[in-house]
């Protein structure tokens, strides 16, 4: 059963750009949070941005304000993350993910997808 699926994933040269779609089902979509995290070789799991789909309020990791941009389509149940700026330090597997809250870490999260790659070079 397909619950949430990441697509958009790449590679890039540093300073590119790249768009990040999670789509997921209404069920899933409804749980209110919808999260992206990534997770680098030898690094722990983190947070990047995250959305309450109903009320679009976001939360953004430092590492990543200013650069990137969670939005969502309510009317697609679609969740996308735009990533401008890109940095070799971006490098990782993407996941989105669903909870009741956001903001939480990402053991909480109780619905993920299968990841999407994204590589920067320099």
């Known amino acids: 059963q397909v619950q949430l699926v990441e697509s958009g994933g790449g590679s890039v040269q540093a300073g590119g750009s790249l768009r990040l779609s999670c789509a997921a089902s209404?069920?899933?979509?409804?749980?209110?949070?919808i999260g992206w995290f990534r997770q680098a070789p030898g690094k722990e799991r983190e947070g990047v941005a995250s959305?309450?789909?109903?009320?679009?309020?976001?939360y953004y990791a430092d590492s990543v304000k200013g650069r990137f941009t969670i939005s969502r389509d309510n009317a697609k149940n679609t969740v996308y993350l735009q990533m401008n700026s890109l940095k070799p330090e971006d490098t990782a597997m993407y996941y989105c993910?669903?909870?009741?809250?956001?903001?939480?870490?990402?053991?909480?999260?109780?619905?993920w997808g299968q990841g999407t790659q994204v590589t920067v070079s320099s």
């Open positions: 993910a669903a909870e009741g809250r956001c903001g939480g870490r990402w053991q909480l999260y109780q619905y």
């Open positions: 959305i309450y789909t109903g009320t679009g309020s976001t």
């Open positions: 209404r069920y899933i979509y409804s749980s209110n949070c």
